[in-house]
């Protein structure tokens, strides 16, 4: 399809066609490639400047230390056991094992039942004598 429109003219105020080519009165005046070609052909001097100082003698890489790897577990001290407290005070065992099983045991019970919400205000007003 390009190459069947590329002579069309194309819909504007450049005067070129399809193909990029500057036309005046039907004939190609520039080829796309001759008005591209000036702009490809412009060299700049670039200058390669490094950000890093340059290495002297003192400044020699030295490799990290060796990490030591971590001492080998058996599995009774994989096993890890944290004691929690609830938000009314019961607290429980929180036992994990080296498989991912998690075990809870009960340590103790709530320190105090929740407080009922007082009924004084309700029998303070049956109590008022009806206005005669």
Same mark, same amino acid.
């Given at each position: 399809m /390009? @190459?069947? &429109?590329?002579k069309?003219?194309?819909?504007? %105020?450049?005067? =070129? &066609?399809?193909k990029?080519? *500057?036309?005046r009165?039907?004939k190609? *005046? #520039? @080829?796309?490639k001759e008005r =591209?070609?000036p702009?490809? &052909?412009k060299?700049?001097? =670039?200058k &390669?400047?490094?950000l +890093?100082?340059?290495l002297? %003698? ?8 060796? #990490?030591k !790897?971590?001492? +080998? ?8 056991s944290?004691?929690k407290?609830r938000?009314d ?14 075990? *809870?045991?009960?340590?103790s ?8 919400k007082?009924? /004084?205000? #309700?029998?303070k007003?049956? +109590? #008022?004598?009806?206005? !005669?």
């Amino acid at each position: 399809m /390009r @190459t069947a &429109n590329e002579k069309t003219i194309a819909a504007g %105020n450049m005067s =070129v &066609n399809a193909k990029g080519d *500057i036309v005046r009165g039907g004939k190609i *005046i #520039k @080829t796309a490639k001759e008005r =591209v070609a000036p702009s490809y &052909n412009k060299t700049t001097q =670039v200058k &390669n400047v490094s950000l +890093k100082k340059p290495l002297g %003698n003192s400044d020699t890489a030295v490799a990290p230390p060796e #990490k030591k !790897a971590p001492p +080998k577990m058996d599995d009774s001290q994989m096993t890890t056991s944290t004691v929690k407290t609830r938000d009314d005070g019961s607290q429980y065992r929180e036992t994990m094992t080296p498989e991912g099983d998690i075990s *809870i045991e009960e340590l103790s019970k709530p320190d105090a039942e929740p407080k009922k919400k007082s009924t /004084r205000k #309700k029998a303070k007003a049956a +109590k #008022k004598k009806p206005l !005669a």
